[in-house]
């Protein structure tokens, strides 16, 4: 039922569906990316990719294209074709998660439109979000060609590219969902709406440079903490590289940075906690609680998956967490611009 022309409940929900997806395809993506399995599907086919290989011959096909790739024959020579079809489904898992996002976003939006549901004011806004979704498509398979020539893994600049827009999508659909469930917030200025967008996007940050660990394989040295295997900053920072190269291509650098973000985020959400705390506000109470759990659990859980040297239950629920560190960060900033 439509409260007003500018909330509908039942839009609301669709969005947080959608939100729910786009979490889960994080997640799939990350393992994805954490059993090499990116690279095994070297075509990209929108359409008819959505079905696997039905017949040996088809496995045979896919396969001796991947035997091709520079991954097999550099990191993978002598795979068998059950070795191979592991790898495949991972990422054609997660490609059809793709495809059913699209389906689970387009066509209710379609319905909903044409229905009437959508305010005026969403129209354009959710416009754009199937735009951005589209292109994601674009960057996943502009991520995937890197890697096919020249290489084992793809490029960790596209990945993080990949990751960046999988969460601006992410924070787009809870928000426009929150719209829709109340009612666009108010344009508001203060100290406390400031610290919210200071500490959102800090977490924004931290996760792509959690991208650039993950596409560097660089959880998997300096297994010690708080040094890094016994050092405050590690003597390879540079590995041989230019100042300005090492810093986004370094692997002990790449972690560092990691690192050292974790700690700033910690602090932001100490200050903005504190701010709270100095300035009460009822609708803001509840992350008093929230964010300061969220984002403490989070550290001991990169802790924990670094020391354990980044196995894969452990490197999901990290990014596992991330999602929800982000999530209850957006809602903050969401509540922040409504609270009186």
């Known amino acids: 039922m439509r409260h007003s022309n500018q909330t509908d409940r039942f839009v609301a929900y669709w969005l947080f ?42 496995w045979q096909a896919d396969f001796d294209l991947y035997r091709q790739s520079s991954e097999y024959q550099l990191q993978n020579r002598g795979m068998t074709l059950d070795e191979f079809k592991f790898i495949f489904w991972w990422e054609w898992g997660h490609r059809q998660l793709g495809r059913l996002i699209g389906l689970v976003y387009g066509v209710p939006l379609l319905i909903f439109w044409l229905t009437g549901r959508i305010s005026g004011r969403l129209k354009p806004r959710l416009l754009v979000l199937l735009a951005l979704g589209g292109l994601q498509g674009f960057i996943g398979w502009w991520m995937v060609s890197s890697g096919l020539v020249d290489r084992t893994d793809v490029s960790h600049y596209r990945l993080a590219t990949h990751l960046g827009m999988a969460f601006v999508i992410l924070g787009l659909s809870v928000w426009y969902g929150m719209e829709a469930l109340h009612g666009p917030p108010p344009v508001r200025k203060g100290r406390l709406l ?31 903490w708080p040094g890094m295997n016994g050092e405050v900053v590690p003597s390879a920072y540079f590995g041989n590289l230019p ?22 985020v910690t602090i932001l959400v100490g200050v903005f906690t504190w701010k709270l705390y100095k300035e009460p506000q009822a609708a803001l109470k509840p992350f008093m609680i929230a964010l300061p759990v969220v984002v403490l659990g989070q550290v001991v859980l990169g802790i924990t998956t670094l020391v354990h040297v980044a196995p894969l239950s452990l490197s999901l629920l990290h990014q596992g967490g991330a999602i929800i560190l982000f999530i209850t960060a957006g809602l903050a900033c969401w509540t922040a611009r409504r609270a009186i």
């Not at 300005?244 to 700033?264: D, G, K, N, T």
């Open 17 to 58: 569906i959608v939100a729910g997806f786009v979490c889960a395809m994080i997640l799939v993506g990350g393992a994805t990316r954490l059993t090499d399995s990116g690279l095994s599907i070297t075509e990209w086919k929108p359409i008819s990719g959505a079905l696997p290989p039905l017949s040996q011959d088809a």
């Open 194 to 224: 400031g610290w919210s967008h200071a500490v959102w996007a800090a977490i924004f940050v931290q996760i792509l440079l959690g991208a650039l660990v993950a596409g560097l394989d660089a959880g998997l040295i300096y297994n010690t």
């Open 243 to 264: 100042w300005w190269q090492a810093p986004f291509e370094s692997i002990a650098a790449v972690q560092y940075h990691h690192r050292l973000m974790a700690y700033a």
